[in-house]
C-alpha cells in the first residue's frame, strides 16, 4: 500500500532492522525499571511498534501494519530475548545501540512520511505523522514506564528535530516526484547523521527565556 | 461534514481561539517542568488538539481534523511562540488564561457533541464524546507531562461537569431539533459560565466517603 | 458481528459483569489516590472499556462497543456509585474482587480473540488482541493515575500470562473450527484458574538475569 521507496525486500529488511533497534531501547528501560519479563515484552512491542501504530490507525490504515506482517510483531520478540539474557553486553555497545536507534530514526521519518501522503494526506500532516512514526514509540514506552518523555526533556540532545528534518526532506522529495530509493535513503541518512551529530557534539534545543534572571538555565 | 452550528467562518474561528487557548495551557505547563521549545510545541499540539483526536478516531472521522484543517496544526505553534517568549507575561494574566479555557471548554463540548451525533451515535454515547473532546486533550497533557490529571483531582474546580452539561444541553438541543447558531452559543456560554463560577468559588466535587473517620478531608 | 461464542443474553450478561469488577478495580484505585467522585467514574470507565475500545480501534469496529451498547457505559457508573460509598466494604473483600477480576480477564481475552478474528485478523494478532483486550484497561487505568502500570512490575504475580494462555487456546479452538459455548467456557475458565492460582501462590515472572551479582532478586 505504500509508495514503494525501497524494493520490497529492502524495505522489509530496513523496516525490521529498526523495529529491533528501537524495541531494544524499550527493552533496555524495561531492565532498568525493574520489571519481569513480560514487562520487558511489552516494552519492547510497545516502543517498536507504537509509533506506526498510531500513525495507521490515524491515516485509517485498520490494521495497522503491526497486525499483519508477522515479522512486526515477532522481531521485538527476539530483541527481548537479547536483552533478557545479554542486557549487560547490550547495554555496554550504548554507542552502537545510540547509533541503530538514530538509523531508526531516519529510516522511519521517511517511510512514515511517505505512507501517510499514499493514504491522502496533505504535505505538512504527512511531515507530522512521518515525525510521529519515528517518535511515538519512543513516548510511549517513556509513559508506561513513568518517566517523563525523551522527547520532552531539555537535557537531552536533539531527536525531533533530525526527525523534523528527515520528514520534511521526504515530503519535498515526494513534492517533486523525486522520491525512490537512491533519495529516499539520502533523506533517511540525512536525518541519521544529524542525529548522530546531536548525540556527539551534545546539541540541545533552547528553552523559553528567563527574563531578569540570571540563573536561567539553572532551575 | 458536521452539522453546521455555526456559519462556517464563525465555526473556524471559534475552533481556532479555542485551539489557540488549550495550546498556551499545555505550553504554560511545558515551561513549567522545564521542557525545552520542541517539548512546549509538542505539549501545546498534544493539548490544543489531542481531544478532538480522539473523539475522530472513536467515531470513525479519518484522518481526524487536525490532520485536514492546516490551521488546527499551525495554531497551537503559534502557541507556542507566544509562550516561549512571553511567559511570563502569559502566566501573569493566568485568569485569562482561564477564562478562555473555559470558553474553549464550552465551545468544545457543543461542537464535540454535535459532530459525533452526525456520525451517528446515540445520545448517551454523543454527550460522553463531546466531553472527551472538550477535557482529552488535558488529560493527555498532563499524562506527558507526568502530572496526576488535573481533571482527576478533588483540590482542583469543577471541570468534568460543566463540560457534561453543555454536551447535555447540545443533546438535548438536537433531540428537539433546535441546535442552531444561537442555542448552541447559549449552550456554549452555560457550560463556560458554569465553568468560571467553579473557578470563582472554587467548587469542588465530593470524593468518596470515610466514615468514622473525623480526618476524612485531610489524607 | 461478533462470531456468537455464548447466546446474545449469555454474552451480554457475562460482558456486563466482567466490566462491573473492571470498573470497580478502577474505582477503588481512585479512591486509594483520592480523586473525588467524577475522577473515580473516569477511572472506572476508562478502566472496564480501555482494552476492548483500543481492540476495537485497531480492528476497526467503529464506533467501538463501548459508544453503541449502552449497558457497557453506564455499567461503570454503576460501580462507581457502589465503590463511593461502600469501598471499605468493596476492599475488605478484595479476595473476591480479585476473583471476579481474573473471571474478567479470562472472559475478555477469549471475546477479544474472537472478535479480533472476526474482523480478519491472523492468528498470532487475534491473539495479541486478545490480551490486549484482557489487560489494556488496568494499563490506561494505572498511567492515569500515576502508577507503573501494575502489568509491567515483577512484584505482582502473573496477570498477562494467564490471558495469553487463554487468547491462545481460543485462537486453537477457531482453528479447529471448534470454538462455541462450551469450549469458549472452558478457555475463559482455564485462563481464570490460571490467574486464581498464580494469586494463590503468587506466581511471579523473571526478572532479567544479573549475572556476577549475588544479589540479583533485591535491587
Redesign the interface.
Known amino acids: 500500500m505504500t509508495s514503494q521507496i525501497f524494493s520490497p525486500g529492502v524495505e522489509q529488511v530496513l523496516d525490521l532492522a529498526g523495529i529491533f533497534v528501537f524495541a531494544l531501547s524499550g527493552g533496555l528501560l ?2 532498568r ?8 515484552a ?2 519492547a512491542e510497545a516502543t517498536a511498534l507504537g509509533g506506526g ?1 498510531l500513525r495507521d ?4 490504515a ?3 501494519a503491526a ?2 506482517n ?1 515479522g512486526y ?2 522481531t521485538p520478540l527476539v530483541a527481548t530475548a537479547v ?3 545479554l ?2 553486553e547490550v547495554a555496554r555497545i550504548n554507542r552502537t545501540v545510540q547509533a541503530l536507534d538514530a538509523l531508526g530514526l531516519g529510516l522511519f521519518c521517511v517511510t512514515g512520511t511517505a505512507k501517510a501522503h499514499d ?4 504535505v ?2 504527512s511531515i ?2 512521518g515525525m510521529l512514526t519515528a517518535v511515538g514509540g519512543g ?1 510511549i514506552r517513556d ?7 525523551s ?4 537535557d537531552r540532545s ?1 531527536y ?2 533530525p526527525a523534523l528534518v528527515g520528514a520534511t526532506l521526504t515530503a519535498i522529495l515526494i513534492a517533486v516526484n523525486g522520491l525512490g530509493a537512491v533519495t529516499g535513503s539520502a533523506a533517511a541518512l540525512f536525518a541519521f547523521g544529524f542525529r548522530m551529530l546531536a548525540i556527539h557534539y551534545n546539541w ?6 528567563h ?1 531578569g534572571s540570571s540563573n536561567a538555565g539553572e ?1
Open positions: 524495561a531492565i525499571k525493574n520489571f519481569d519479563v513480560f514487562g520487558i511489552v516494552l501504530v490507525v490515524l491515516i485509517g485498520i490494521p495497522p497486525f499483519t508477522l510483531f515477532l536483552v533478557f539474557f542486557h549487560p493514504y491522502g494526506l496533505a505538512i500532516p507530522a505523522l513516548v509513559v508506561l514506564a513513568m518517566e517523563t518523555p522527547l520532552l526533556r531539555w536533539l525531533a528535530v540541545q534545543a533552547p528553552r523559553a527565556w527574563r532551575h
